[in-house]
């Protein structure tokens, strides 16, 4: 099984991963990443963060990785959640859920989603704090963590010229 889902609504964590399970009598390991808007970005507070995507552009990209993913390691399902639009700090904004027969695979494979969430999916953030509202640039830490898959991304040093 592979979903994915762009969303402005909450998720829950019990619910969605009862969903995966349920579809799959062989799995006997589900790997969860829930990541949440930070109350602060470089030292500095942040109260909101929004989220814009492109419709139909950023589902295609994470089911590529998706497909990336089950073509790298021996899951059985995988399901992203990722929010757009205005999101306070302390809310849910992305889950990522895989499951396999194994935990091996599915944390490793939940672990090179989130790597290329942050480096390949088509989203943009800004981040409102008391200075005002700032787009967040790529960072070089999310080309490295990416890098250790074997897959090089310059976002980083594309947004440093820009």
């Known amino acids: 099984m592979k979903s994915v889902s762009i969303q402005t609504e909450d998720f829950d964590l019990s619910t969605e991963t009862a969903r995966l399970r349920e579809a799959d009598g062989g ?9 949440t808007v930070r109350e602060a970005s470089e030292g500095r507070a942040v ?30 399902a ?43 999916a088509p989203f943009w953030k800004k981040e409102h704090r008391p200075d005002g509202a700032h787009w967040v640039d790529a960072r070089s830490l999310d080309d490295e963590a990416l890098a250790r898959w074997g897959i090089q991304a310059n976002n980083a040093a594309v947004a440093a010229k820009a």
């Open 78 to 120: 995988a399901r992203v959640i990722h929010r757009v639009g205005p999101l306070a700090a302390r809310e849910q904004i992305v889950l990522v859920l895989v499951a396999s027969a194994h935990r091996g695979q599915a944390f490793q494979a939940c672990e090179f989603l989130m790597d290329y969430l942050k480096t390949q």
């Open 47 to 76: 109260s909101l963060m929004e989220l814009e995507h492109y419709p139909g552009m950023t589902e295609a990209a994470i089911e590529a990785m998706i497909d990336a993913a089950f073509a790298r390691f021996d899951i059985r």
């Open 27 to 35: 799995i006997g390991a589900v790997v969860a990443f829930v990541g």
